[in-house]
Nanobody, 124 residues
Framework: QVQLVESGGGLVQAGGSLRLSCAAS????????VGWFRQAPGKERDFVAA????????YYVDFVKGRFTITRDNAKNTVLLQMNRLKPEDTAVYYC?????????????????WGQGTQVTVSS
């Protein structure tokens, strides 16, 4: 069992930056893919980025390429999502998820464990 806790959300003006953190407890992220998703009110949960904890694989959705960066901190067993040049349309609850299938997938069904989410609000 893996417990995931997100942090780092908040309110920021358009053009600003936030760094989200996803910490795991219960076990390490070894042999997992860790992904970030987001969900705006009334919309589906959308894929943002994923990283293979045990390999070189990283995958971004097109609309965040060049603005968001996903990295891992092995010592802290944490995955980070650095979000720059934020836009109002980035406003959503951001969730991290972990999947044991080692697939850099956009599908929510590919992930086994989910955090509780952290709110990101970007004002115009």
């Amino acid at each position: 069992q893996v417990q995931l806790v997100e942090s780092g959300g908040g309110l920021v003006q358009a053009g600003g930056s936030l760094r989200l953190s996803c910490a795991a407890s219960g076990r390490t992220f070894n042999s997992y893919v860790v992904g970030w998703f987001r969900q705006a009110p009334g919309k589906e949960r959308d894929f943002v980025a994923a990283i293979d904890w045990s390999g070189p694989g990283i995958y971004y959705v097109d609309f965040v390429k060049g603005r968001f960066t996903i990295t891992r901190d092995n010592a802290k067993n944490t995955v980070l999502l650095q979000m720059n040049r934020l836009k109002p349309e980035d406003t959503a609850v951001y969730y991290c998820a972990a999947g044991s299938r080692r697939i850099l997938s956009q599908l929510t069904t590919s992930y086994d464990y989910w955090g509780q989410g952290t709110q990101v609000t970007v004002s115009s």
